[in-house]
């Protein structure tokens, strides 16, 4: 589970800690995106690709 690493903004540590660094004290934020971020912006990306190749093959399904 990466996305819940912090990293300090001071020495660039990487820690489980949310609220500050346990090397030196310093503000900590987190170096990835969110979760939900990233699964929105992959179901956009699959919605797209299945426009474009799938028009043509695709039965109606009602
Ligand atoms: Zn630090």
Known sequence: MVWLLRK???CA????????CPRCGGQV???HPAKFSMD???RR????MKR???QNE???SA
């Open 40 to 42: 929105d912006k992959y």
């Open 52 to 54: 474009m190749s799938g």
């Open 13 to 20: 540590t990487y820690t489980l800690k949310e609220d500050k």
């Open 45 to 48: 990306y699959r919605l797209i």
């Open 8 to 10: 300090c903004e001071k």
């Open 29 to 31: 934020r987190s170096p």
């Open 58 to 60: 695709e039965k109606p």
